[in-house]
């Protein structure tokens, strides 16, 4: 005899068997119980959610002899005729396969005559969303006044190429994805009744990667059990089949990136390709992981740990990775991984790709969009408060006059600074008087960052200067899309068009003995004495 695969060999048989979609079993039995029992539904949401079995449990249900509880008892003729699939009141259709105006029609044909045996017919239209036009306009007056004893279930992967004159002749029901207990506890019991020793992280990884689809959950256990025939199904075990790798790899992904460590990150691909296990997979989980790392960062509610799906000690590694990101590097490495991700479905090279995309992220200045602009900023500001930029460094051989060539200048004091020779135009006082709060307010994180490096001074003509030492923060500002975005900001707070220019100070001499420097003047603490 054939091997029947576990998701086919278990398919539940009543009610009480479908997991994870309470939501809609509950309502069909009360249906079946009361006797308001719907002419059209339509059942839509991933694979392997459950779509087609409780379509078939609920056909045999409405024709059961003794339903118990709205579920139909497997005992009586018709439900063993059904089940065997031996009833012609039954009747699954391959949407997919019989696609035209013609398929419908027999089918309309079909509903003239009532069911010799039975209280329904019921037809089940499998992939509903790839009939034709013309097919769908063909069944639409029968779907919505079909006869009193025929019962349409329309099941879908992909709900919005359902038109909606469609959609409303239906009952919809939508099933939800999974959750990885639900997955993990059903193959917990099949294992049992399989007599197959399984260790509970195994089963929970392999529901981990069924993504909420209980039939991808059974068709994965089925390949780790046949690899494993015989023996206890292991976590690594489970590792080895699917190509997958264990979290703490991950963590150790990314601390060699944080520093920059080329060489390290090198060798952990070496690693991962040496044990067999399947790049595409591990930069999926790595998303997975920066995810984690995401919503760790986001809330410190001990609640948000629960959609973690983690064991304790990694919990813990996850803490600790999460506390020496921000949260705007976050954001660029699932950017990058998930641009990555998409690319190596086509790629010949995943490993070559892979390695480009690991040195491409520790190397920011590569890239000129944003993020990655951040990512540059933050490691300056890094380099400068660690003394890195700003420290001289005495160096032998240097005359006393010279600065050694590795160190950064300070700003020199001579003590003549910039005085303004007339009154300040009211518009730019305002702006000045209330330039922390518009840093502090601007939402836009790159505006905010460049902001916050601006001194304020004025033209001969009157007109706002915005001051850096760097031209990459005025080149930032000076971004069309940028300097609309401040424009905006200055004209909201004044309510009126307010010009404003930049200009650059050289970085060896302080700026208030280079331009009148205006929040000075006005005795206004600086920005970086502001608390966010």
Not at 312 to 327: C, F, R, S, T, V
Not at 441 to 453: E, F, I, Y
């Amino acid at each position: 005899m054939s091997y029947t695969a576990l998701y086919r060999k278990f398919r539940p048989a009543d009610f009480d068997d479908v997991k994870g979609q309470d939501h809609i079993v509950t309502t069909l039995r009360n249906q079946i119980k009361s006797g308001r029992i719907g002419h059209a539904y339509l059942f839509c949401g991933t694979r392997g959610t459950g779509k087609t079995t409780v379509a078939k449990i609920l056909a045999r249900a409405v024709n059961c002899e003794n339903p118990k509880e709205g579920s139909p008892c497997g005992e009586c003729a018709m439900c063993r005729a059904i089940a065997a699939g031996e009833n012609l009141n039954v009747v699954e259709i391959d949407a997919a396969s019989q696609t035209g105006v013609e398929n419908v029609r027999n089918i309309i044909d079909e509903l003239a005559y009532p069911p010799v045996e039975g209280k329904y017919k019921v037809y089940i239209l499998d992939e509903a969303h790839m009939l034709s036009e013309g097919a769908r306009n063909a069944l639409l007056k029968t779907l919505e006044e079909p006869p009193s004893y025929v019962i349409f279930i329309l099941a879908t992967t992909e709900v919005h190429r359902i038109p909606i004159t469609v959609m409303s002749r239906c009952q919809r029901y939508d099933f939800r994805r999974i959750s990885i207990d639900t997955i993990a506890a059903r193959m917990k019991v099949l294992m049992e009744a399989e007599g197959v020793t399984a260790e509970e992280k195994a089963l929970r990884y392999v529901a981990k990667a069924a993504d909420g689809s209980m039939r991808d959950g059974l068709s994965l256990l089925d390949r780790c059990v046949a690899f494993n025939y015989g023996h206890e199904l292991t976590y690594e075990k489970v590792l080895d089949v699917l190509g997958a790798v264990d979290t703490e790899i991950f963590s150790e992904l990314m601390n060699v990136i944080v520093a920059d460590d080329v060489l390290g990150a090198m060798d952990i691909i070496e690693r991962v390709v040496m044990q067999g296990r399947e790049l595409s997979q591990f930069v999926t989980d790595f998303i997975q992981y920066l995810r984690n790392l995401m919503l760790l960062k986001a809330s410190d509610d001990p609640k948000m740990e629960d959609l973690l799906n983690v064991s304790g000690d990694h919990l813990q590694i996850l803490k600790a990775d999460a506390g020496k990101l921000e949260m705007e590097a976050i954001f660029r490495y699932i950017g990058v991984f998930s641009e990555l991700q998409g690319r190596m479905k086509f790629a010949s090279q995943k490993r070559i790709l892979f390695e480009m995309y690991l040195i491409r992220l520790m190397r920011p200045q590569m890239d000129k969009d944003d993020d990655a602009i951040l990512m540059r900023v933050k490691r300056l500001e890094d380099m400068i408060e660690s003394g890195a930029l700003v420290q001289a460094v005495p160096t032998e051989g240097v005359a006393a006059n010279q600065t050694s060539p590795v160190a950064a200048a300070v700003p020199k004091a001579s003590g003549k600074k910039v005085v303004l020779d007339r009154a300040l135009p009211e518009d730019i006082k305002r702006i000045c008087e209330e330039w922390n709060d518009i840093v502090n307010g601007t939402q836009d994180m790159l505006v905010k960052s460049v902001l916050k490096r601006a001194e304020l001074t004025v033209s001969k003509d009157d007109i706002l200067m915005l001051g850096f030492k760097d031209q990459v923060y005025a080149d930032q500002i000076n971004d069309e899309n940028n300097r609309k975005i401040l424009q905006d900001i200055l004209n909201d707070r004044i309510g009126r068009e307010v010009e404003f220019e930049t200009t650059l100070y050289k970085s060896d001499v302080r700026f208030d003995e280079q331009y009148a420097d205006i929040m000075a003047i006005l005795k206004i603490d600086k920005i970086n004495t502001v608390e966010e």
